[in-house]
């Protein structure tokens, strides 16, 4: 089933629930009340602190986004890229090129304008939806993209080379377009971190997409209930597919636009978020201000937390136990995964096994996993070797770059260039990366 199905079935289960909350603490308003009550006040022009959408008005977003990607000559197949911050337009867009039958292109907001202008090229991209945060940078390359037939621009005074955005989607049909999508088509393309030169542009299928969701709610039981709370980019796999746990069952998802920890606490709990996916360094901040006293946890609701789970990184042992001792109560999970394994899950460590904290842990839901010398074959347990993983969320290749994919994919398995072992309980531990000549 195509993960587009899902947005679909969750708009006539769900309509008027809340899908999504985009929350700004730098337009919070002065007067002491919470989040979740300022909500329903009237927001002061120009205060864009606390937006939320329905599960209706995404579906009904997403399909305007299509329509209006086919009325401007978009093909099946065709690539779209998304240029924003994290908003509330984020998912509507990008879930609109994929019920155009487009292929979502999302771009790391870090980049520099020639990086733009590079994944643009690299990906064959013909669409572009860019925010107001970006202006500076495609103005000095919209010129060199004569193949972007289209700029859409997300935001208010929209710069002459591109088109609104918002002014252009009211005049599109919410209904969805009619547009065949499998399994097997394309769906969307993400660029590695390019620690090794330029970045790679990852294809992934429809499959690959569903299958990242089956993963993320098979490892952390996502219920209609939970609120998971979104802080790392959208452009990135895992941040993304995390939330797809969530998207499964139609749970609220809530972005917040910030790192402090008081905005995060503050978060958590006005909006009653249950799952809080972490990097290292916010987890380490949220400590330190609570050891600091600048977080006094008996100002908040937090006992509906339930899941604190970390990834993208290896996590320091002595962190899970510090976060332990201070939320003693929550379950913890660390993820391993790659933009190559459409993201975090094809190996994970599982809220059950705390006692193996500092292991990336063993095959993720429907994965399979090896480790081998430099001769594919594999090692005996306890020895180290190249880690390789497979399962349904491999990437199809790396897009007009045959030589990348034939190193990276063999027989299926991806070979991840991560020094591994595994110990006498069948646990993962990363090693190091692999040395290339």
Not at 100 to 107: E, F
Not at 137 to 146: L, N
Not at 282 to 291: E, R, W
Not at 396 to 411: A, M, V
Request: net charge negative; hydrophobic share 35%.
């Amino acid at each position: 089933m195509p993960i587009t199905e899902i947005l679909a079935q969750n708009a006539k289960r769900f309509p008027i629930d809340t899908a999504l909350v985009e929350i700004n603490p730098e337009f919070e308003p002065s007067s002491r009340i919470t989040w979740r009550e300022y909500a329903l006040m009237q927001p002061q022009a120009g205060e864009p602190f606390r937006r939320e959408l329905s599960w209706l008005d995404f579906d009904k977003k997403a399909n305007r986004f299509a329509n209006l990607l086919l009325t401007r000559g978009c093909k099946k197949g065709d690539k779209v890229a998304i240029l924003l911050m994290n908003s509330l337009e984020w998912l509507p867009i990008y879930f609109g090129i994929l019920k155009a039958g487009a292929i979502a292109v999302p771009l790391n907001y870090r980049y520099t304008a020639e990086e733009i202008l590079y994944c643009l090229n690299k990906a064959d991209c013909t669409m572009l939806a860019f925010g107001p945060e970006f202006i500076g940078r495609m103005e000095e390359i919209y010129d060199r993209i004569p193949q972007i037939a289209h700029m859409f621009y997300v935001g208010e005074e929209c710069p002459s080379f591109a088109d609104s955005y918002d002014r252009m989607i009211r005049y599109c049909s919410s209904h969805a377009p009619d547009i065949s999508i499998s399994d097997d088509d394309d769906a969307a393309i993400y660029f590695s971190s390019g620690t090794t030169g330029f970045p790679k542009a990852i294809l992934h299928t429809h499959q690959s997409l569903m299958h990242s969701a089956k993963t993320e709610q098979n490892h952390h039981k996502q219920t209609h209930e939970d609120v998971f709370l979104c802080i790392p980019p959208l452009y990135h796999t895992g941040a993304k597919m995390h939330w797809f746990g969530s998207f499964l069952v139609g749970g609220k998802a809530v972005l917040l636009k910030g790192t402090k920890p008081e905005w995060i606490i503050k978060a958590v709990s006005d909006e009653q978020c249950t799952i809080v996916w972490h990097l290292v360094p916010c987890a380490q901040d949220i400590l330190d201000a609570i050891d600091r006293g600048d977080i006094n946890l008996g100002n908040y609701k937090l006992d509906q937390w339930r899941l604190m789970h970390i990834g993208a990184q290896p996590v320091p042992p002595s962190l899970i136990k510090r976060w332990m001792s201070v939320f003693p109560n929550h379950k913890y999970d660390t993820n391993y995964g790659l933009s190559e394994s459409i993201g975090p899950g094809c190996v994970h460590l599982g809220m059950d096994n705390i006692d193996k904290v500092g292991a990336i842990g063993k095959a993720g839901y429907g994965w399979q996993t090896k480790i081998v010398d430099e001769n594919s074959n594999p090692v005996k347990q306890g020895e180290v070797g190249e880690l390789c993983v497979k399962g349904p969320g491999v990437m199809k290749c790396y897009y007009k770059d045959e030589k990348s994919t034939n190193e990276s994919l063999k027989d299926g398995w991806l070979y991840t260039g991560d020094m591994a072992m595994e110990d006498e309980d069948g646990f993962i531990y990363l090693v190091d990366r692999k040395r290339t000549s």
